[in-house]
């Protein structure tokens, strides 16, 4: 069997947790990809292994790490947090603006499906991309 590209010590964490909830299944949505209660039925190992690190990397890192970035920026501008205790109101947009400012992912890497064409330079299709986010703040 192929291994995921994650970390052993995740893959290993993973398998043990998909066993788990194999034996032991709950109403969550990891018991229901352990179990393929879909109309293609069960994912293949790496597959599984692949999703669950999806859901881990996505679901928590971001959040740890968006809730970090938010409190560092809060705490450096005294004001601002002053301005959000007071009115409650601005929690969302603050949340959304900090997501902007200081974003809890700095790059993605994608693959281009056709070639694109920036600034008079062609990336052909096939080719893997790196998209500096954070690099779009001001």
Same mark, same amino acid.
């Given at each position: 069997?192929?291994?995921?590209?994650?970390?052993?010590?995740? %893959? =290993?964490? *993973?398998?043990?947790?998909?066993?788990?909830?194999?034996?032991?299944?709950?109403?969550?949505?990891?018991?229901?990809?352990?179990?393929? %209660? &879909?109309? &293609?039925?069960?994912?293949? =190992?790496?597959?599984?292994?692949?999703? *669950?690190?999806?859901?881990? %990397?996505?679901?928590?890192?971001?959040?740890?790490?968006?809730?970090?970035?938010?409190?560092?920026?809060?705490?450096?501008?005294? =004001?601002?947090?002053?301005?959000?205790?007071?009115?409650?109101?601005?929690?969302?947009?603050?949340?959304?603006?900090?997501?902007?400012?200081?974003?809890?992912?700095?790059?993605?890497?994608?693959?281009?499906?056709?070639?694109?064409?920036?600034?008079?330079?062609?990336?052909?299709?096939?080719?893997?991309?790196?998209?500096?986010?954070?690099?779009?703040?001001?």
């Amino acid at each position: 069997m192929t291994e995921c590209r994650a970390k052993p010590y995740t %893959n =290993e964490y *993973m398998r043990q947790l998909s066993a788990t909830r194999r034996a032991y299944p709950q109403n969550d949505l990891l018991s229901a990809l352990v179990a393929g %209660n &879909d109309p &293609d039925g069960c994912l293949l =190992e790496l597959d599984l292994l692949t999703t *669950m690190g999806l859901l881990l %990397n996505a679901g928590h890192e971001t959040t740890v790490n968006l809730i970090t970035n938010g409190m560092l920026v809060l705490l450096r501008n005294p =004001e601002v947090f002053d301005r959000l205790r007071h009115n409650l109101y601005l929690a969302i947009p603050m949340v959304e603006e900090i997501q902007r400012y200081d974003p809890p992912v700095q790059f993605v890497k994608r693959t281009t499906l056709t070639d694109v064409p920036i600034a008079g330079v062609t990336i052909p299709q096939g080719a893997s991309v790196i998209l500096l986010l954070a690099s779009g703040s001001p």
